[in-house]
C-alpha cells in the first residue's frame, strides 16, 4: 500500500468506528458486530503502531467508546470504568495467561464470571445507603441515574448492618430477562411503538429514560461483579473474597462465577458456557477473566484503556449460510414499508430460520444484495435473526441487483422517504389496505379503546365486505344490523356484544382515544402528555409546533408530525364525526383531581342516568381512580353504579346475583 492509501484507511476506520462507537454508546444501537468491531479496532490499531505519524489523537483506540447524553448530571467517575480487551479463541486466551504469569509468576488463581450482556453501572453506598447510581458513560464520567436504578428491585436502598466500608463502590451490569423483553416488546408492537432489537439496548433506553414510574414498569435486574473502596485492601485479599462479601452484605451476585486454579479449568469454563448459555434466562456473550489476588491485579497494572489482570472471551454470534429466495415488502399499519428476506430454511442455534430482517434500503445497499444470493445470517441477542452479510463468492456473474420498490407494494402509490430517516413510507393512508385494516385494528386494541366484543379478524372481513373504511364507521355499525347478520359464524349474540363494546368505548378518556387515532410517533407515553398538557383536541390544534415541543418529552419530530395530522382535511373531517358519535376529545378529569388507585382491581357497569354528572364522565372517573368498565353483569361484577330509569331486567339480574347496587355519591365517596 502507498503511504497516502495507509492515511486514507486510518482516517476511514477511525471514522467509522467513532461512528459505531456513538451509535452504541449513545442510540444504544448495534450496528455491527461486536466481532467485526473489535476486527476494525485491532486492524486500526496495528496501522496505527506501524504508521504513527496518521494517527488522530482522538482515535478510538485512545478512549473507551462512549459520551454522555445531556439529560442527566454528569458525574466523574472516582474510579474510571474501563473496559477489557476481548479474545476470540482458546489462543488467545492462552496467550493472556502467559502474559500474566510472565510477570507475576506461576502461581496464579482466576476468577472466571459470565459476561453479562448489559449495561454497567456503579452504585456508590454510604454508611450502607445507596447515595448515587452513574451509567459507564465514556468511562471517565457518566450519567447520574440514581432514582431509575433505584426501582430496580435486587439493588438493595439500604444495606443491613454489617462490616462493608463506611464509603465504596459497586460495579454491576444491568440487564433484562428475555420473558421481560419479549412481553414488553408485544405490548409495545401492539400499542404501534418502536420495538427494541435485544434485551440490552431495552435495557439501557429504560435507564435513560426520564421517568423512574415508567422504569419501574419495565423489570430489569443487576449483577454486582466488582468493589472499590479506598481500603479494600485492609479488608479483602481477593476479589473472591470480595464477591463472598458483597453477597453477605445483601447485592445480587452471580452463583456462576468460578475459582480456576490453571488455564484448562478456565478453558473449561468457557467451553462449558459457550453451550450451556442457551438455557439461561438472560443474555451473556462472553465470560470474563480476573486475576484473582489483589496484590497480584496491581502488579500488573493497566494499559492504557484496559487492565492487565482481566480479559473478556467473547461467544462468536451464532451464524449460518442459506440462500436468499426473495425479498418481501411489509407494509404497516403507518405506511412504514419494511423489507424481509426470505430464505431456504436453515438450522441457528435450536430454531429454523425461514425469514430474517433486513431493516431498509440502507441496509440492503450496505449488503450489496443480490437475487439468489448466498448470505449469511446471525442470531444474536435478537428475536428475529439478521442478514449480515454477503457470501459474494457464490454469486453467478448474471446476478441482478436487488432493487428497492419504488411504489407501494401493496396499493401501487409511489414510496416517500422524508429527510434524515431511513425508512419508506406509502403516503396512500386513506386507500393502502394494511395500512386501514392494521389501523383500525391498532384503535380497537387494549391499550387504545379496549372495544370488546370486537377482534382483528372481525375487523378484516367487515374492511373486505366493505362496512369498514375509518373509525367513525364503527360507530355506524348499529345502522348495519341486518348486513352484519348474514356474516357467518357472527351470530346475534357476537353482534350484540360487539355493539355494546363500541358504546362502552365512548367514554374512554381523551389520551385512550389520542394514541387510538394511530398519529404517527404518537405512542401511549406520549399522547397522554398531550392530552394532559392541552385538554383538549381544540387546543391541541391550535397550537404550533414550537408551543407542542415546550411540552415536556415532545420533540420536534413529534410536534411536526401531530400538528400535520391535524391539519389534514381527512382527519379534520374524521375526528367531527368521531366527536359527533360521542368519542371523548377533552380531558374530563381536571388535573387537580389526582387519579389514585382506590378502585383497583374492581370493576363497575353504569346504567341509567345521573342528575350531576353525564355516564361517561362517571366512566372516566371509574377509570381514572383505577377502576375497569365491563358491559354486562355477571357474578364477577364488583358494583352497579344505578341511575334513574335504569332498565328492569339489568336491576332484577344485579339483585339475583347479589352484586352491590350503588349510585354515582357512592363512587365520589369511595374516591374520596
Ligand atoms: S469487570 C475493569 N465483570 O463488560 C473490569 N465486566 O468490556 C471491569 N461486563 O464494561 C469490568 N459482565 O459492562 C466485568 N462479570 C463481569 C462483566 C463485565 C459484563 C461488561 C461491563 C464492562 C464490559 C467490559
Given at each position: ?7 486514507k484507511?486510518?482516517v ?9 462507537n ?7 444501537n ?22 504513527p ?5 482522538n ?10 447524553t ?6 466523574a467517575?472516582?474510579?474510571?470504568m ?5 479474545t476470540?479463541n ?14 507475576i509468576?506461576?502461581?496464579?488463581q482466576?476468577v ?21 447510581a ?35 463502590e459497586?460495579r454491576g ?6 420473558a ?10 401492539l400499542?404501534?411503538?418502536q420495538t427494541y ?12 429514560l426520564?421517568d423512574?414510574?415508567e422504569?419501574?414498569k ?9 468493589l ?5 485492601r485492609?479488608?479483602?485479599?481477593s ?7 458483597v453477597?453477605?452484605w ?15 479449568e ?6 462449558y458456557?459457550?453451550t450451556?448459555?442457551?438455557q439461561?434466562?438472560y443474555?451473556?456473550d ?20 484496559s487492565?492487565?489482570?482481566a ?17 418481501s ?22 430454531t ?20 439468489n ?7 444474536g ?12 463468492e ?15 407494494p ?12 431511513a425508512?419508506?413510507y ?34 378484516e ?12 364507521d364503527l360507530?355506524r ?45 404518537v ?28 411540552v415536556?418529552?415532545?420533540g ?9 395530522y ?9 375526528i ?13 378529569v ?8 382506590s ?9 341509567g ?38 332498565g328492569?331486567?339489568?336491576l ?21
Amino acid at each position: 500500500m502507498m503511504l497516502a492509501d495507509i492515511q486514507k484507511k486510518i482516517v476511514q476506520l477511525t471514522d467509522e468506528l467513532h461512528t459505531y462507537n456513538y451509535e452504541y454508546y449513545v442510540l444504544a444501537n448495534s450496528v455491527v458486530s461486536d466481532y467485526e468491531f473489535d476486527l476494525k479496532l485491532k486492524e486500526l490499531e496495528a496501522l496505527e503502531n506501524q504508521y504513527p505519524q496518521f494517527k488522530d489523537p482522538n482515535s478510538p483506540t485512545q478512549r473507551v467508546g462512549g459520551d454522555i447524553t445531556q439529560k442527566f448530571n454528569t458525574v466523574a467517575h472516582k474510579w474510571p470504568m474501563l473496559s477489557l480487551g476481548n479474545t476470540y479463541n482458546e489462543q488467545e486466551l492462552r496467550d493472556f495467561d502467559e502474559r500474566v504469569r510472565k510477570i507475576i509468576g506461576d502461581d496464579v488463581q482466576y476468577v472466571c464470571e459470565l459476561k453479562f450482556d448489559g449495561l454497567s453501572i456503579s452504585l456508590t453506598y454510604e454508611h450502607g445507603k445507596l447515595i448515587q447510581a452513574v451509567t459507564r458513560g465514556d468511562g471517565v464520567q457518566g450519567d447520574e441515574v440514581t432514582e431509575n436504578v433505584k426501582t430496580i428491585r435486587n439493588v438493595p436502598h439500604q444495606l443491613k448492618v454489617g462490616n462493608y466500608p463506611d464509603l465504596f463502590e459497586i460495579r454491576g451490569e444491568i440487564f433484562m430477562h428475555h420473558a421481560a423483553f419479549k412481553r414488553l416488546n408485544t405490548e409495545r408492537e401492539l400499542a404501534g411503538e418502536q420495538t427494541y432489537a435485544n434485551p440490552r439496548n431495552f435495557a439501557s433506553g429504560t435507564i435513560k429514560l426520564q421517568d423512574p414510574k415508567e422504569v419501574a414498569k419495565r423489570p430489569l435486574d443487576c449483577y454486582l461483579y466488582f468493589l472499590y473502596a479506598d481500603n479494600r485492601r485492609q479488608l479483602f485479599a481477593s476479589h473472591w473474597e470480595s464477591l463472598k462479601a458483597v453477597e453477605n452484605w445483601g447485592f445480587h451476585v452471580s452463583e456462576h462465577s468460578k475459582l480456576c486454579h490453571n488455564v484448562q479449568e478456565l478453558l473449561d469454563f468457557v467451553h462449558y458456557w459457550d453451550t450451556a448459555r442457551h438455557q439461561l434466562s438472560y443474555d451473556i456473550d462472553g465470560i470474563v477473566i480476573k486475576v484473582n489476588d489483589y496484590a497480584q491485579q496491581e502488579e500488573l497494572g493497566f494499559t492504557a484503556k484496559s487492565p492487565r489482570w482481566a480479559i473478556s472471551y467473547k461467544f462468536k454470534a451464532e451464524q449460518a449460510e442459506t440462500q436468499l429466495i426473495g425479498v418481501s415488502y411489509q407494509v404497516g399499519r403507518t405506511g412504514a414499508v419494511t423489507p424481509v428476506a426470505n430464505l431456504a430454511a436453515v438450522s441457528l442455534a435450536g430454531t429454523t430460520v425461514r425469514r430474517a430482517s433486513l431493516h431498509n434500503a440502507n441496509e440492503i445497499e450496505r449488503l450489496g444484495l443480490h437475487e439468489n444470493d448466498y448470505v449469511f445470517v446471525e442470531k444474536g441477542g435478537e428475536i428475529i435473526p439478521k442478514v449480515i452479510a454477503v457470501n459474494t463468492e457464490k454469486r453467478l456473474p448474471t446476478a441482478v441487483p436487488i432493487i428497492y420498490p419504488t411504489v407501494c407494494p401493496e396499493c401501487h402509490t409511489p414510496l416517500i422517504r422524508e429527510e434524515g430517516e431511513a425508512v419508506h413510507y406509502c403516503p396512500n393512508d386513506e386507500g393502502c389496505k394494511p395500512q386501514i385494516v392494521g389501523k383500525l385494528q391498532h384503535f380497537i386494541g387494549r391499550k387504545m379503546m379496549d372495544i370488546q366484543g370486537l377482534g382483528n379478524e372481525t375487523i378484516e372481513t367487515f374492511f373486505n365486505l366493505g362496512l369498514l373504511r375509518s373509525f367513525s364507521d364503527l360507530y355506524r355499525l348499529h345502522e348495519q344490523k341486518e348486513q352484519l347478520e348474514t356474516i357467518e359464524r357472527f351470530g346475534e349474540k357476537s353482534i350484540k356484544n360487539m355493539l355494546e363494546g363500541l358504546e362502552l368505548s365512548k367514554s374512554k378518556p381523551f389520551e385512550k382515544v389520542l394514541f387510538a387515532l394511530g398519529i404517527r410517533h404518537v405512542g401511549e407515553t406520549i399522547a397522554k402528555k398531550l392530552a394532559v398538557h392541552f385538554k383538549n383536541i381544540e387546543a391541541m390544534s391550535a397550537a404550533s409546533i414550537e408551543e407542542m415541543s415546550n411540552v415536556p418529552d415532545i420533540g420536534e419530530r413529534i410536534a411536526q408530525s401531530v400538528y400535520d395530522y391535524l391539519r389534514d382535511p381527512h382527519h379534520i373531517a374524521e375526528i367531527a364525526r368521531l366527536k359527533a358519535a360521542g368519542l371523548q376529545f377533552e380531558t374530563l378529569v381536571n388535573e387537580t383531581t389526582p387519579a389514585g388507585n382506590s378502585l383497583a382491581g374492581k370493576t363497575f357497569v353504569i346504567s341509567g342516568v345521573f342528575a350531576d354528572i353525564s355516564r361517561e364522565e362517571l366512566a372516566e372517573l371509574v377509570v381514572a381512580h383505577g377502576g375497569k368498565m365491563v358491559t354486562s353483569i355477571s357474578s364477577k361484577l364488583s358494583y352497579l353504579i344505578a341511575g334513574d330509569k335504569m332498565g328492569p331486567s339489568k336491576l332484577a339480574k344485579a339483585e339475583k346475583l347479589q352484586i352491590p347496587i350503588i349510585s354515582d355519591q357512592d363512587i365520589l365517596n369511595m374516591i374520596n
